[in-house]
């Protein structure tokens, strides 16, 4: 049998709506673009979301408006895909790289304080919500993330890529306003919802939306959309600044309304999945599994990494090839950006090391979790994961 690592679920109105738009003559960013946005910020509870083609895109234009350019320094952890660094270098600023916390690879303010004080000259953070799950940005009792730039003048960018629909905590679902300048997510093809590339960055400061939308394509006072709808003149538009283009098309915007409409049963399908993991692969020696949130809700649940411990009797690369061999997808979340070719010749690194994010990195393995997995096909993975932790638990059939 063999279960893919991710496959889409693209089974309700993606197709009717993407022939809507392919009939309307309007293929760019036009209503479609309008609807989703509408949708997802009221999704997310956000007074603005602005979609764009990536979450890359949706990163570049946040870290543009919170000010990131040439001389800036920026703290990104290290666990993480390239590009929530890589804009930081498109802006000309220097990547300052910061360990994770051992348990669930997020920075943590304590880490983020730490930091803060042994390099004074950052002016920006991008914390990545790793996984699905919300770092530590606000709370009740002590000193979150935003707390804690907000003291010292630091910016805040978040990089939300995995992390719809998360939570902050009962109150605030990930992409509201929070205290950071602005939210970034991705519908790459193998996200929690999809528009086979694209982002959307949300804000609540009206300014930071205005310039995010400008910028979004090329520095144009006024889109096309607007021109062509508008009486009077079409060809009259200002260009205000050097933007980019990375607005997101209305057959993509098509797929994404799609998607969010299903949007709370792909997260019931996914924690129902967790919850059926965490039975199934507990107590196997040596195996760890992801820790428990007070509320499992909260995790957008992109990912279920699990960790192969040193005492297991198995390594984390033996079982990758296991379960390989048995047809079975996996991936790795992350290889440190400090141990790439690129980043370890130009970040700045932290002089105490990356313990956890190494630890992280050798035990870790990402296992199929989408909507549409079948009974059989978790029974496959779950029984070829335990039979090489007990070398024959059930035998795994071919
Ligand atoms: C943590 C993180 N940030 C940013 C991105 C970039 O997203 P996109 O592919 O939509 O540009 C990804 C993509 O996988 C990611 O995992």
Wanted: charged residues 20%; proline residues 5%.
């Amino acid at each position: 049998m063999n279960v893919p690592f991710f496959r889409i679920d693209a089974g309700g109105n993606e197709l009717e709506y993407v022939r809507e738009v392919l009939a309307s003559g309007w293929l760019t960013s036009g209503r479609r673009v309008q609807d989703f946005e509408s949708m997802f910020a009221e999704a997310v509870g956000a007074e603005h979301a602005i979609a764009v083609n990536s979450c890359t895109a949706a990163l570049h234009l946040a870290c543009e408006a919170a000010g990131i350019g040439p001389g800036s320094e920026v703290l990104v952890p290290t666990l993480t895909f390239t590009s929530t660094a890589e804009i930081v270098e498109y802006l000309g600023g220097r990547v300052r790289l910061v360990d994770v916390d051992p348990d669930t690879a997020l920075l943590t303010p304590e880490i983020l304080e730490d930091a803060l004080d042994r390099f004074p000259a950052v002016t920006a953070v991008i914390p990545v919500h790793f996984g699905g799950r919300a770092c530590d940005m606000r709370n009740d009792s002590s000193q979150g993330i935003v707390d804690l730039c907000e003291a010292r003048g630091v910016a805040v960018v978040e990089d939300a890529a995995h992390a719809f629909p998360a939570r902050y905590d009962d109150a605030r679902p990930v992409g509201s306003a929070i205290g950071s300048t602005a939210c970034c997510f991705s519908f790459y093809a193998n996200k929690t919802m999809t528009t086979g590339e694209g982002g959307m960055v949300t804000t609540d400061d009206e300014e930071t939306a205005d310039r995010m939308r400008r910028m979004r394509l090329h520095g144009i006072d006024r889109n096309a959309w607007d021109r062509h709808h508008r009486v009077g003149a079409s060809w009259e538009y200002d260009v205000v600044a050097a933007g980019y283009k990375y607005n997101l098309t209305d057959l993509a915007a098509a797929i994404g309304v799609a998607q969010l409409e299903r949007q709370a049963a792909f997260h019931e399908a996914r924690m129902s999945l967790v919850e059926r993991y965490r039975e199934r692969l507990a107590g196997l020696p040596g195996l760890r599994l992801p820790p428990e949130l007070a509320n499992p809700a909260f995790d957008a649940w992109h990912l279920f990494v699990i960790h192969v411990e040193p005492n297991a009797p198995c390594d984390r690369n033996e079982l990758i090839s296991q379960l390989a061999a048995k047809g079975v997808g996996t991936s790795v979340h992350y290889r440190p950006l400090h141990t790439m070719t690129h980043w370890a010749q130009t970040a700045s690194m932290d002089p105490a090391g990356y313990r956890n994010a190494d630890r992280w990195f050798d035990g870790c393995i990402s296992l199929p979790l989408f909507p549409s997995m079948t009974d059989p096909e978790f029974e496959h993975v779950t029984d070829v994961i335990a039979q090489s932790f007990t070398g024959g638990f059930k035998t795994v059939g071919a």
